[in-house]
Structures are given as C-alpha cells and as structure tokens.
C-alpha cells in the first residue's frame, strides 16, 4: 500500500479579537477562522489564528448583509426624479433615461453600487437590470456574490420585441448561472404582473423552470398593480401568478406591500420569499407591507434597498431601521417587527431567498462578514447589540468587509476597487446619460 498523501493545505484569514453574532442572535467573544481557498468559515472559537489576520478588536462580527432585491447600475439615477408616485416617476423620468441606457453606463453605475455596498457591509445582491455581461464583469472584479437577471419589460412593444426581450433574460440566466466562480447565480426577472404579458410570463417561466433557474418578479407593489387583476381575473394577483406558473419554492417576489392572509398563507405553502424594500415603499408612497403578517405566516421576508433612484441609498442598515420602524406603523403594535426579525431578515433571510450558504457566522457557511466598529457615541452605551444593529448602527461603522474569504475593505480600505477612480467614471458617465436622453 503507498503513502498516504499528504492533506493539501489551505490559506487561512483569522478575523481575530472581537464578538460574533452566532446565528441565534446570541453575542459571544470569538474568532472567525476562514479557508480563503474555498471560501467557508472553517471554525469559530477563541483562540484561533491564521496565516492572515483581520483586527476585530471593539468590533461585531456578522454575516455579511444580503441585499435581495435591487437594481445596481441605478446609482447613474441617483436624485434624478424624486417626490412622484411610482407610476408616474418610472413612465415620465426613468424609463425614457433607461432607453438611453448603455453597457458602460452599467458598468460604471454598477461599479459604483458595489463600492456603496462594500463599504456598508453588505456581501451579496439581487440585481434586476439590463447589461447583465457587465454586472457580471463588476461582480467579479469587486469581489461580491449576486443573483442576477435581464429585467423584461413588454409594454408598448409588439410580440417579436416582448418575445425577445424575454428570450434574452433566459438567455443570460443560462449564460452566467455558476460564473465567476459560483459567486454569480442567475433568475430569469419579469420586470412585474401588470409590465409583462401574461402569455410571455407563462411561456417564459416555463422556460426558466426547463433551464433550472428562479423568477423574481415585482408584485403587489401598488394598488395600482393589484386592482386591474383582480377587477379582469377576479382573484389576488400572487393566486392569478400562480396560475400562471410562478411562486415555485425558489422564486421571490420584491414588494408585496398589498398582499392579503390568502396570498400570504400561498406563499408559505409555496415557499415563494418576497422582499421588503421598506425605504422604497415609503418614498414611493407605495404603502406600508404587512411584514409581520407575513412572517407570522412562515413566509421567508429578506430586506432589499430597491434602486437607488428610489431610496437612495444601498445601506441596509438603513433598511432594517425602515424595516422596523414601518413594520410597527403597519402592524399598529410596537413590538412588531422587532430587531431581531429585521437583522434575520437582512441576513439569513436574505440569504434563503437568494439561494446562498450565507448569513450565518458557523463553520461551513460562506465566509462572507461585515465587521462592525462599535467605537461610537451614536453605539454607546451597549446593552444589547443586536438593538444596535437593527436602530443605531450605520454603514459607515463597517470597518472590514469579507466575501467568499476574500478581504474587500480592510479598516475602511476598499482592497479590490478603487473607490475615487470609480467615482469619477460614475459622475462622468452619468451626465453624459442625462444629456443623452
């Protein structure tokens, strides 16, 4: 019998001397040791060390914040159209800017997301947008892991423009689903309910369900969306997706701000997440989701920022304060919505909805982190972290960022993007895309 080989070995990252949020909230001190070759958290414990070492002193570790449902490459549309109801901002100021869209405007705007992110500690994203070769081009130079998706829209086009527009988000679900080193995943992305043709909606999914990828799809949004669905299919519109071939357990839904106990009860049985996009919602005027409802329901809620032309930010530490707070507004009682759900919500649930092994900090989930400093007044005195995350705590207090093992922002220094450099491209490309259009 030959010797046995020896054991290959493996380059490894201790995020040293601080506290982890253990995936039951509970706070604990311990150190983080990652397998940077694979990407996994190998142990938490004390006493660790690695070949690298990631100064948590006076810091959280969590798991890094999943941002489910956005669309990158709209920083370039950052305060451009403000105060109007949804309709009317996307009919009358962004879609004739997006009709002048082009691959570098995405690029440059989604390099600028990534930037926004990574310095506010979130690791992972859902990108509904269009240029989807050069998200996919950014997720990998920034480090970032993202479920992405062409965004169909079909008013106002024939049936060979519709047809092809959703022929092209199946496409870019196949081409890129596992790139990047598995760090990108895809979903075919019908804009929503009342934007896309019913026969597209249903032929199309029943495409992206034989190439083996999710729909995500905005719904229940407004009662702008709801009310023609239910007065022409007399039923709910998440019932009338249903029938249509959607809500299958992977899928996930942005909004869902008018949604009833019925359509709640037919997502848990379906397993269908949505995502709450709380900041989105108020300054739309949408409406206020029944999180709570939803969550009592045992449906998956994750938290998303939406674009940032309708936020307009991407700090989900913003969005889980929103979260929180609105989620009391909607539900009439202040113990709902509590601190501990929203921090769920922008990581574990985040990452159930995406289909990621993130969220958690314990040995086999990705090794994707956010370091919170918590040297602050506005985070003093301490009585209870996990109220500071969900109320006091901002992007700006992220001093390290880790995805897939890899350091992205070392004590407040972006490692794989230059943050000036990008900066400028945006600022650049964004007046020329005005003027354009």
């Not at 990047?180 to 495409?207: C, K, N, Q, W």
């Not at 899928?251 to 996009?277: N, Q």
């Not at 989900?316 to 113990?335: C, I, N, P, W, Y």
């Not at 490692?415 to 491209?425: F, I, N, S, W, Y």
Request: proline share 4%; with cysteine; aromatic share 2%.
């Amino acid at each position: 019998m030959g010797a046995r080989p020896e054991p290959a070995s493996m380059s490894t990252l201790c995020v040293s001397g601080g506290r982890v949020l253990r995936p039951d909230h509970d706070v604990v001190a311990a150190d983080v040791l990652v397998d940077q070759d694979d990407g996994t958290i190998v142990d938490v414990g004390e006493g660790l060390t690695g070949d690298e070492t990631l100064d948590a002193d006076g810091c959280l570790v969590l798991p890094g914040l999943v941002n489910a449902h956005t669309h990158a490459a709209m920083t370039l549309l950052r305060g451009i159209a403000d105060d109007k109801p949804l309709d009317a901002w996307l009919q009358e100021d962004i879609w004739p800017v997006e009709a002048a869209l082009t691959s570098e405007d995405v690029r440059a705007g989604t390099e600028l997301a990534a930037v926004e992110m990574i310095r506010s500690g979130t690791t992972a994203f859902a990108d509904m947008y269009f240029e989807m070769e050069a998200v996919v081009d950014v997720v990998a130079e920034a480090g970032l892991r993202a479920r992405i998706g062409h965004g169909v829209v079909t008013v106002g086009k024939d049936d060979e423009a519709a047809r092809a527009d959703a022929a092209e988000s199946i496409a870019v679900a196949e081409e890129f689903d596992g790139a990047v080193d598995g760090r990108v995943t895809t979903a075919f992305m019908p804009h929503s309910l009342t934007t896309v043709d019913p026969d597209i909606l249903r032929e199309y999914t029943e495409r992206a369900r034989e190439a083996g990828v999710p729909v995500h799809v905005h719904a229940n949004e407004t009662t702008d969306e709801v009310d023609p669905i239910v007065d022409e299919h007399d039923e709910r519109p998440l019932e009338w997706a249903r029938d249509l071939g959607l809500l299958d357990a992977e899928d996930f839904l942005a909004h869902g701000v008018h949604t009833t106990a019925s359509e709640h009860d037919l997502l848990a049985d379906t397993g269908a997440g949505v995502v709450h996009c709380p900041a989105s919602n108020m300054k739309l005027a949408s409406g206020m989701a029944p999180v709570q409802a939803m969550r009592d329901a045992g449906v998956t809620v994750a938290l998303g920022t939406d674009g940032a032309a309708s936020n307009n930010d991407l700090d989900v530490f913003d969005e889980m304060r929103d979260a929180a707070m609105l989620g009391k507004l909607a539900a009439d009682d202040a113990s709902a919505v509590p601190a501990d759900a929203v921090v769920e919500m922008a990581t574990q649930g985040g990452a159930d909805v995406l289909g990621i092994d993130s969220g958690r900090v314990e040995a086999g989930a990705n090794a994707d982190l956010a370091v919170l400093d918590l040297d602050a007044a506005h985070l003093t005195p301490e009585h209870d972290p996990v109220s500071h995350l969900a109320y006091a705590a901002r992007g700006s207090d992220v001093r390290h960022t880790v995805c897939d093992g890899r350091v992205l922002m070392r004590d407040r220094d972006l490692t794989t993007l230059d943050a000036d450099a990008v900066r400028e491209r945006a600022t650049e490309q964004a007046r020329a895309l005005v003027d354009r259009a």
